[in-house]
């Protein structure tokens, strides 16, 4: 018989039993509540979601905040200016990424990014379940979209600032497709310190392009987002090795790589691209961006260094070649230190391509990083002095104008210029005068006297205006500021301008403006057409009157021009041989120098390429005495030599036949020659002037006593020869005495008897010769200066003509006797004064007006 049960056994039986029917409803409700539990948070992040704005910045995807990057004509990288937030930045379109790196960046972050819609909850699920095991963070659950909604908006490492991302995360996702999130996070995330985007990593750690990274290299970049600093491999490359090989197998597990890839892949070592100096040609990017060139990168370029802002140019291809432009800034540096001695401070040199007018080579100073010469200032377009350096532009205008040629003689004699402020009288560099210089020695030998006279026959207005059709437009005051004196450069210039002014000679004559330029690609530069990659054109030639293309110069005049400066025979005088202008091709030169030695100019041109150097101070501190030759010449003498290593130098193409012909011309006069000549040479001249050259009349046959030298009269045949003598207009006839000249005798030897209609021993002048007043000016005005202590004076001089042996000077009606050479030093006295020349036998010249103050 069973035992009895206990009373509550059977209670728990009876609630048991009717428990059970009620199960079923009871474990729905809660699998419900459960459900209800793990759901509500994903539909308030959905809402939340929702209600998230999309960020700015991927609403209007076109504006990129990026660096400016910076190539030369051949893609070398210059340099780099970094974007707003001071980050190397790239924008790199997905399809031009290659597969490496995305595939790389799954494996590495998000090997699920394709399945889930911005959140993985099996990553979420997987990382707590990590950190319940482990009590540490084993493994994140960021998704590619949460690192890129972080980026966008960064929050606070907190329950709620995780939520806000995730919700971020799911509305970047319902706006974009999985392609442009990818593209995005490519260009946004930190790839390493200061380097925003994969693109901008690729180029700066191994100097190539995204869709060019081996594998391997691939697996490292995509390792960095995950720690930028720590995984910098400038800082050491073992952590990064380290976190390359891992993802490398993740890869594989993924299947997204190769055995026998990703094998090649861990074998390979990290080898970081050298670092350059990033600093190329920074006077000349200086100058793009802020306008002074073509291309300025938009408003906000504010001196060297000035970040793009958003909109400018992603990437500017400049027209310098970098090579050349190292080799001659290397130059720069070592001619400053060598004529260190010689109180030179800085150097800046200047190179174009004379077909299109593009900038080659541009040197500003010779180290910008150089605070105690200045080097931050800019000689390439700094106004200076260029010195004789605008003389073939005289001369040129002057052939045009005035019919001169190559062979007219010019006076190289003692002359004064009136000024508003007295008189001006221009000296040589050697400090001789030459006497009758045709005008290819003159130029050539760079005398000053007769390129100053020429200047005062066109007048300055007309060679300002000349000056400033071939583009150097600085000279723009009055003609009366200048004076004369324009033509020995007395005004100031932009090396880049007087540059070009060379290159149009160069041309023939044409004109183009400077190029600094080739192409851009993003949203062009601020002064550039809104389409295309062509050419820009610089505000300089937009300011310019001359339109490209336009005719300044005479082109047979110019290719004159050229030739003489090219003729290294023709300035042995002045330079002597084996001179800095002397190099193994042919070369048309010139320099200059400025008043107290301040400015030191060399500037030539191949046909080809046009070189310009300047040597000197920026602070306007004078040199040590040295010139154009022997300051700013062995530069431009390397540089040309440089350049010609890029433009290999070819001869200039010869004169046309149809514009030029060579003819025989008297050395002396410049006129056909004579029997009477004794000496000859050949000269370039254009073929309507060439047609119009009369016949010598410098040199004249005159019968002489052999005796004394005298003019043979009625000498007996034995005793007389013929010479060849010199003669010269009233001009020159002084300085011919004072030289020495070979000039015929004015008297009649004795022996044989005076000579018919001419004047005998008593002197006198042939009938009608004027003599006049050769200085002071009319007009003259001279002031007294009080700090001098010992006397102030001019010299008088005169003009006569042959046969004068004695004159006076005529001074406030006081008689002054003077003999050969027809000069006197007179005593500077307060007051006007009035002065005419004197002499028996010729008429009185012109009275002529002064004033001493």
Known sequence: MRAPSPPWTGRAARWLARLRPRAPRFLRGAARLALAVAVAPWLLLAVVAALTPLPPELRAAEEHAVSTVLYDRHGTVLRELRAGDGARARWLPLTEAGDRIQRALMAAEDRRFSLHPGVDPVAIARAVGQLAAERRVVSGASTITQQLARTLVPRPRTVRGKLGEMALALRIEASLSKREILEQYLNRVAFGPGLRGVEAASRFYFDKPTADLSLAEAAALASMPRGPALYDPRRGTGPLERRRNRVLDRMLAAGLAGEAEVARARAEPIALAPKGSGLGAPHLVRAVLGGALDGGAGPGAEGPGAAPSRGRASAITLTIDRGLQREIEVLAQQTVRGLSDRDVGAAAVVVLENATGEILAYVGSHDIDDAVGLGHNDGVLALRQPGSALKPFVYELAMERLGFTAATVLPDVELSF?????????RNYDGRFHGPVRLRDALASSYNVPAVWTAAALGPERVLERLRELGLRSLDGAPSRYGVAIALGDGEVRLLDLANAYATLARGGLYLPVRAVRAWTGAPPAAAPREGSAPVEPPAARASSTPPGARVLDAARARVIVDILADDKARLASFGEGSALDLPFPVAAKTGTSKGFRDNIAVGFTPDVTVAVWVGNFDGSPMGGISGITGAGPLFRDAMLAAARVRPPRPFDPPDPEQLAEIEVCSLSGMRPTAAC???????????????????????????????????GACPGAAVEERVFERYDAELTAWARAAGRPLAPDEASPLCGALPGRAGASGAAAPGAPVRVAYPPDGARFVLDPSVNSLQAIRLRADVPPGVRRARFVLDGRPLEVGPPFALDWPLVAGAHRLRVEADGAPAGEEIAFSVE
């Open 418 to 426: 009136p000024t508003p402020d007295g008189s001006y009288a221009p």
């Open 678 to 712: 004794p000496h000859r040479r050949r000269e370039l001249l254009p073929r309507g002037d060439a047609a119009a050259i009369a016949p010598c009349d410098m040199h004249e046959a005159v019968r002489v006593d052999r005796r004394n030298g005298l003019r043979a």
